[in-house]
């Protein structure tokens, strides 16, 4: 999208005065000697959220996954401090809720697809009140079934979001919208925990669940008041209806979605590692310190790729991420592990981002909200195997082997799924060939 003339013309003029005191520009377009701007790598930002309707869609949804970011911590403690539960049984209701949610997130898309967004809001935000109110009375046996329909019926913050910025944001600025959709996601992840255990710690585990459920009803109200759309104007003209999912679930996304399930192993399963190594140093107290230093090379490495005008395949950078994880166990404090995750933490945000970009890209827009449920239930699955895969390493082999644990296995889905792909086309060729010379 072109800039304005007046905007134009002011740059025009800046760049053509005369300086200002010290040989630089003081206007709000700052640069440094020889025209560098100060602010240039935030224009693309800027020009995202200047697109209508896109910045309140990034607020809303932002906001809505503080409290979705905190409710398996809450549940836990939940299980734990109010009805005498072990860790154990609150990992089982942890999983349940995981479950539901990886079956609910495709289901939820088609829904959407087929009936509108608003249809799937008013669903999705009553299931989520009904659970959420209900969990604060019920014992924990009662519990295990409800948080499964409550998984089914999770408001779907990350589909939405990222279907709508498909819908909004033009193709070739869509690297910069899921960028600053995963950097978002990044902050949401490090402030509804803590803001979770807080409320469930010095309150009480049922006022975190009625604030939770309370949150989430208004982040749904405020959605369905909203209403983004799911498609272009463009993609609304044609009035295509969605076609049969063989045509859509080619290989091609089937490897995209194993390389996301194989990014979201590395990440729970750095988040248990992490852990456990400043547990065995002794150096517990800095596990806020070393967390939150993965979320800012994260959010630096997001910021940097969404400035690139061309950036790594989603695919290379999946494999750089699992990969660059493997040696982190080598740092024994707290400092080392902080520095050790740079390069793999610098690869997190973009990960997401560009297998949300691709996903968008594979799928015909009528099929884009199961596609990008398809992509949620991907992130959820490898989270659900990450976390107990390096624990059970963690247990038998020490902390160091978590880590290099859930890199391979990370790396090891996406290529089992780029093998996978290129067999499949090779026995097609194969069969095709041997048809043409039959006789």
Known sequence: MGRCSSAAASRTRADGGPPAAGGMSRGPDSRYP?????????????????LPRVRSLVLVTSLARIPAAASSVVLTLHVVLSLGGGFAAAGV????????????????????????????????????????????FLPYPALLPLAFLGGLLTLPLFSVSRQSLAALVPEDRRRTAYSLDSMAVEVSFALGPAAGVVMATTVSTRAALLTIGASMLAAGTLLYLLNPPIRSEAEQAEGAAAPPRREWVTDRLMVVLLATSGATVVLAGTDVSVVATLRQAGELSWTGVVIASWCAWSLIGGFVHGSLRRALPALVLSELLCLLTIPVGLAGHWWM????????GAMCAPTLASTAELVSRLVPASARGEAMGFHTSALTAGIALGAPLAGTVVDHLGPGMGFAAAGATGAALGGLGLLAVRTGARVRRLRAAGQRAAP
């Open 93 to 136: 209701l942890a999983a349940v809720l995981t479950i539901g949610g990886a079956l609910g997130a495709p289901l939820m898309g088609r829904i959407t697809d087929r009936h509108g967004l608003r249809r799937t809001l008013v669903l999705t935000g009553a299931g989520q009140g009904v659970f959420w109110l209900l969990a604060v």
């Open 34 to 50: 020889g025209g560098l701007s100060v602010l240039g790598p935030l224009d693309p930002y800027r020009r995202i959220l200047a």
């Open 337 to 344: 592990l902080a520095l050790a995750l740079i390069p793999a």
